[in-house]
């Protein structure tokens, strides 16, 4: 089983209108909600491809109980943790006309320290019987940076691949504490390291403690760098055209799932480099499939095709 966990779950609600005018009353048909939040972005997509997963996440309030009845009708196995905190909303507005999106993320209510410490054991007790974990999205208010690397480097310690996809103080935190995998997109990067280069700042992740680092660059692919082999760009001869919101999850999806079979990605064996290639190649053809899909947690089938037009290269760097 490949275990998800998302800290901070939001119950995603979406409107259409053909053109939104801030300050005015629109008319539009009825809107959607979903279960949402990084890590259940991440067990969508793995789900789909036929991966046994577990989403572990919290709920409450009625925002809550409207999280829980969306998942189950997904069909995602999953744990929920009930706590006093009202799951946070995030509110999207397209704009049809723009082809535009209006996102308002809620911060969402600081849970109790008894939740936080019922959360975080919960995870360590089902990661530890899990193949792999992604722990994906940001931190709850009342859920610290250090409850985030004690609960990696727990998992870590026990022999459990962790892939990690969060910003900030929390992105850091899961860099000293081992993280098998960590996945900034470059903005991300930027703001933690305050290096404008990716290669760069990757490194300054690797040196604090992480395995690997996936670096994601939109339009522009992504980067696969671990401590003793050269880095290697991925990326599609062209750029395509939809929605980008969840790519970056579904790079996570792709990393997980390799993690998942047990290889070692960091490894000196011909096996090892091919499986750095590939999962450089499935983690760009699952990111750029979703970018075609309407809705973050889904892969387009064109996947498997882009798989075969994805270009992977090792990037020459100069050491002197
Ligand atoms: N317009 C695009 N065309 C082709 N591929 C794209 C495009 N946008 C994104 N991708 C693919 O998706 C990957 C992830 O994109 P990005 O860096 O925007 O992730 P992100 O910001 O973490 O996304 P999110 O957090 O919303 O899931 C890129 O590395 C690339 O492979
Ligand atoms: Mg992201």
Same mark, same amino acid.
């Not at 004690?150 to 969060?166: I, K, N, Q, W, Y």
């Given at each position: 089983?490949?275990?998800?966990?998302?800290?901070?779950?939001?119950?995603?609600?979406?409107?259409?209108?053909?053109?939104?005018?801030?300050?005015?009353?629109?008319?539009?048909?009825?809107?959607?909600?979903?279960?949402?939040?990084?890590?259940?972005?991440?067990?969508?997509?793995?789900?789909?491809?036929?991966?046994?997963?577990?989403?572990?996440?919290?709920? $409450?309030?009625?925002?809550?109980?409207?999280?829980?009845?969306?998942?189950?009708?997904?069909?995602?196995?999953?744990?929920?943790?009930?706590?006093?905190?009202?799951?946070?909303?995030?509110?999207?507005?397209? /704009? /049809?006309?723009?082809?535009?999106?209006?996102?308002?993320?809620?911060?969402?209510?600081?849970?109790?320290?008894?939740?936080?410490?019922? +959360?975080?054991?919960?995870?360590?007790?089902?990661?530890?019987?899990?193949?792999?974990?992604?722990?994906?999205?940001?931190?709850?208010?009342?859920?610290?940076?250090?409850?985030?690397?004690?609960?990696?480097?727990?998992?870590? $310690?026990?022999?459990?691949?962790?892939?990690? /996809?969060?910003?900030?103080?929390?992105?850091?935190?899961?860099?000293?504490?081992?993280?098998?995998?960590?996945?900034?997109?470059?903005?991300?990067?930027?703001?933690?390291?305050?290096?404008?280069?990716? +290669?760069?700042?990757?490194?300054?992740?690797?040196?604090?403690?992480?395995?690997?680092?996936?670096?994601?660059?939109?339009?522009?692919?992504?980067?696969?760098?671990?401590?003793?082999?050269?880095?290697?760009?991925?990326?599609?001869?062209?750029?395509?055209?939809?929605?980008?919101?969840?790519?970056? /999850?579904?790079?996570?999806?792709?990393?997980?799932?390799?993690?998942?079979?047990?290889?070692?990605?960091?490894?000196?064996?011909?096996?090892?480099?091919?499986?750095?290639?590939?999962?450089?190649?499935?983690?760009?053809?699952?990111?750029?499939?979703?970018?075609?899909?309407?809705?973050?947690?889904?892969?387009?089938?064109?996947?498997?095709?882009?798989?075969?037009?994805?270009?992977?290269?090792?990037?020459?760097?100069?050491?002197?």
């Amino acid at each position: 089983m490949i275990l998800t966990v998302t800290l901070n779950p939001a119950l995603d609600m979406t409107w259409h209108v053909d053109a939104l005018t801030p300050g005015a009353t629109h008319r539009a048909p009825t809107g959607s909600s979903r279960a949402g939040g990084k890590g259940v972005n991440v067990a969508r997509v793995l789900h789909a491809q036929g991966h046994e997963v577990l989403a572990l996440s919290t709920v $409450g309030g009625a925002n809550g109980a409207e999280f829980e009845t969306e998942l189950r009708a997904s069909g995602i196995p999953h744990r929920l943790i009930r706590v006093s905190a009202a799951t946070r909303r995030s509110l999207a507005i397209v /704009d /049809d006309t723009r082809g535009e999106t209006t996102v308002l993320n809620e911060r969402g209510t600081a849970l109790a320290p008894v939740q936080v410490a019922t +959360l975080a054991a919960t995870a360590a007790r089902l990661g530890h019987t899990a193949r792999a974990v992604a722990l994906s999205g940001s931190l709850p208010p009342g859920f610290g940076p250090e409850q985030l690397g004690a609960l990696v480097a727990e998992l870590v $310690g026990a022999g459990t691949p962790v892939v990690v /996809d969060t910003s900030g103080a929390g992105l850091l935190a899961a860099a000293r504490a081992g993280a098998t995998a960590l996945k900034p997109n470059s903005e991300e990067l930027a703001e933690v390291t305050g290096e404008r280069d990716p +290669l760069v700042g990757a490194r300054q992740l690797l040196t604090l403690g992480a395995q690997l680092v996936m670096v994601t660059l939109g339009r522009d692919g992504l980067l696969v760098l671990d401590r003793m082999h050269a880095p290697l760009h991925a990326g599609l001869p062209r750029t395509l055209h939809g929605n980008p919101t969840g790519a970056g /999850d579904a790079a996570v999806a792709a990393i997980t799932a390799v993690l998942a079979t047990g290889i070692r990605l960091g490894g000196d064996s011909a096996e090892s480099a091919r499986a750095r290639e590939d999962l450089a190649r499935r983690g760009t053809a699952w990111s750029a499939s979703a970018v075609l899909m309407p809705h973050a947690g889904e892969l387009s089938p064109e996947h498997a095709v882009l798989e075969a037009e994805v270009t992977v290269q090792p990037i020459e760097e100069d050491l002197s």
